[in-house]
Nanobody
Framework: QVQLVESGGGLVQAGGSLRLSCAASGRTFSSYTMGWFRQAPGKEREFVAAIRWGGGSTYYADSVKGRFTISRDNAKNTVYLQMNSLVPEDTAVYYC??????????????????WGQGTQVTVSS
């Protein structure tokens, strides 16, 4: 049974930082693409970042490029999202997801097979 469990969300002031974690279990993810998405109230779920678990290649949405960094720790089976220079517009529920499609540039939610439960990030001005 595949499980993705996010943690690390919280309340932070604008300009601050948070690191989200996604602990993955239930299968081998070495050939998967792992992604982070976010969804603000009344908005559609949007792509944030992705990483190829095997080679570590990364891909970012323009809105977070230069501020967010996605990484993975193979030994811990965990994917991270380091978020710096946060702004109120980053406020959302953040979701971790896994896709079996063996390419990096996957930004549509429907292309991801597994999802975590989400973690709330709130950035105050």
């Amino acid at each position: 049974q595949v499980q993705l469990v996010e943690s690390g969300g919280g309340l932070v002031q604008a300009g601050g930082s948070l690191r989200l974690s996604c602990a993955a279990s239930g299968r081998t993810f070495s050939s998967y693409t792992m992604g982070w998405f976010r969804q603000a109230p009344g908005k559609e779920r949007e792509f944030v970042a992705a990483i190829r678990w095997g080679g570590g290649s990364t891909y970012y949405a323009d809105s977070v490029k230069g501020r967010f960094t996605i990484s993975r720790d193979n030994a811990k089976n965990t994917v991270y999202l380091q978020m710096n220079s946060l702004v109120p517009e980053d406020t959302a529920v953040y979701y971790c997801a896994a896709s079996s499609i063996p390419v990096l540039l996957i930004r549509l939610p429907r292309h991801y097979d597994y999802w975590g439960q989400g973690t709330q990030v709130t950035v105050s001005s």
